[in-house]
């Protein structure tokens, strides 16, 4: 495959992940609502663990992990699945599908700021705007909330978006450090180990909820909808991005996470029935223009 088409290929496969990523965000609000938080997180990697059982095992030719390998699977896992799960589901259990978009759409500019801080890249004129523009969204979507009936609700709502944003902190390191795993291993290699240490961190807190749930109580509907957010979030998502990442500098690629706030906002209102008044369409514009700005900058290089 020539170089150019190899990249539009690898474009294709980052924006699909993250438009999966919007879909599994905004769908895991009716999960959270039937299952507890940490059970959810671990019943995830669980199912998601026997389906990629098959990357799991070494190949045969393949190398031991280096201790830099495996230090790099565990900070992927523990940021970008075990964290990023409990803040994202911990968040959207207090807060709307549509305001989990707007918080979202902030990602490119995390990146930005985390490769200036650990990368020491430079910050230019338009990162600097975008970043901005990723407060006003957010700053306006806490007005859109500002009408909610009662203080202890806006107190929740507070909190909910807090803690989006911590899952968006996640997500941006889990971003910067995936390029160092693509270039050794295969991208389901690296998506089955990454799950399996993320079924790891989530064992002791997933069973200790575990002991005062009943599985029975979970309707056949919520088992298929935990079934397609298992695989999506813990293998075809990630597949999908260390794919894309092969061929793609980790700094461009943040532009693709454009696609996850839309899509997590599509399905919030399409979907799920969730409110959309003008102050969320101007603060999801807000913060999607600063990715806009990322990506011409990229595009000027």
Not at 193 to 220: C, K, V
Not at 258 to 287: Q, W, Y
Request: positive net charge; glycine residues 6%.
């Amino acid at each position: 495959m020539h170089a150019p088409s190899r990249h539009y290929v690898s474009f294709l496969l980052l924006a699909a992940s993250m438009t999966l990523v919007g879909v599994y965000v905004a769908l895991a609000k009716p999960l959270v609502a039937a299952i507890p938080v940490f059970l959810l997180a671990f019943l995830r990697f669980g199912i998601a663990a026997v389906a990629m059982l098959p990357w799991t095992v070494r190949a045969r030719g393949e190398a031991q992990l280096s201790p830099r390998e495996f230090r790099f699977l565990f900070l992927q896992s523990f940021f970008g699945n075990f964290l990023f799960s409990i803040c994202m589901l911990s968040g959207i259990a207090l807060a709307t599908a549509t305001a989990a978009g707007v918080i979202l759409a902030t990602l490119p500019a995390m990146v930005a700021i985390l490769s200036w801080i650990f990368l020491r890249e430079s910050l230019s004129r338009r990162v600097l705007l975008a970043v901005f523009l990723a407060v006003g969204g957010i700053a306006l979507l806490q007005l859109a909330r500002a009408d909610t009936a009662t203080p202890d609700a806006r107190t929740a709502s507070a909190l909910g978006s807090l803690l989006l944003f911590g899952a968006v902190v996640c997500e941006a390191i889990y971003v910067i450090i995936g390029k160092r795993l693509t270039a050794t291993r295969t991208p389901l290699r690296v998506s089955a180990l990454i799950n399996l240490w993320g079924l790891a961190l989530s064992a002791p807190l997933g069973l200790w909820q575990l002991t005062d749930f009943d599985l029975a109580s979970i309707a056949p509907q919520t088992w298929l909808l935990l079934l397609f957010y298992s695989l999506a979030a813990s293998w075809i998502a990630v597949w999908l991005w260390m794919a894309g990442l092969k061929h793609v500098p980790a700094s461009r690629a943040g532009v693709f996470t454009v696609a996850l706030p839309i899509a997590a906002t599509a399905v919030g209102v399409l979907v799920l029935g969730e409110s959309f008044t003008p102050l969320h369409a101007a603060a999801l514009i807000a913060a999607s223009a600063g990715v806009v700005l990322i990506a011409t900058e990229h595009a000027q290089r």
